[in-house]
């Protein structure tokens, strides 16, 4: 049974670009959130989808979205990146109606010079 | 808003004993879970355990266990019997029930020193 799987691993991009991050949740889930880690700090949650729907938002700018796909993939988007988007990108599975078991990937690891 | 408070940066422990990391935190909400997560130099979050704030008896996995005092908002996991495996930042974390984001501390870093 795979767990939880995000790719790219590592990414570095040049400010002002665009990235976009890739999720695959646990087998038998059907909810994506995804949080950022900046170094030394705890994460932060982003977003979460549900059905294909972002269904709650953190604190974080428009420049940040998302999209989930029939399989219940996720993707997350980051437009115009900024020195400080540098972090790690963690998604994280669960179960609609579970979501306080929440399963976590390895991360996506992105540089921004 | 919920805010989760690690008041430790760093701890370190000679293995095979006790050690104790400290959380607080602040809600308003009478129902919530509380967790403490470890996370390795491979970057993979995993949950050590967690606790249900109606639940009165504190969680045991193993050799990890927490003290939750509700009326405190205080959060604490010990590590008995530590082990080299056991270094690595640990965090805890925050959901109040039928919530949908997790809100997490800063973390402590813990090195478990042979």
């Known amino acids: 049974d795979a767990g939880v799987t995000q790719s790219p691993t590592h990414l570095i991009k040049t400010r002002g670009q665009q990235v976009t991050l890739r999720c695959s949740p646990k087998s038998g889930h059907d909810t994506v959130s995804w949080y950022q880690q900046a170094l030394g700090q705890g994460p932060q949650f982003i977003f979460q989808?549900?059905?294909?729907?972002?269904?709650q938002r953190g604190n974080f700018p428009d420049r940040f979205s998302g999209h989930q796909f029939p399989n219940y993939s996720s993707e997350l988007n980051v437009n115009a990146l900024l020195l400080g988007d540098s972090a790690l990108y963690l998604c994280a599975s669960s179960q609609r109606g579970a979501q306080e078991t929440q399963y976590f990937g390895p991360g996506t690891r992105l540089l921004v010079l | 808003a919920q805010t989760v408070t690690q008041s430790q940066p760093e701890m370190s422990v000679q293995e095979a004993e006790t050690v104790t990391l400290s959380c607080t935190y602040d809600?308003?909400?009478?129902?919530?879970?509380l967790f403490w997560y470890k996370q390795p130099p491979s970057r993979q979050m995993i949950l050590v355990i967690r606790q249900e704030a109606y639940k009165q008896q504190n969680a045991t996995e193993n050799r990890f266990s927490v003290n939750f005092q509700k009326a405190a908002k205080s959060f604490s996991l010990k590590i008995s019997d530590s082990q080299l495996g056991d270094t690595a930042m640990y965090f805890c974390?925050?959901?109040?029930?039928?919530?949908?984001?997790?809100?997490f501390g800063a973390g402590t870093r813990l090195t478990v020193k042979p």
């Open positions: 974390a925050f959901m109040k029930h039928g919530g949908n984001d997790m809100r």
């Open positions: 989808y549900y059905e294909e729907e972002e269904r």
């Open positions: 809600t308003s909400e009478n129902n919530y879970y």
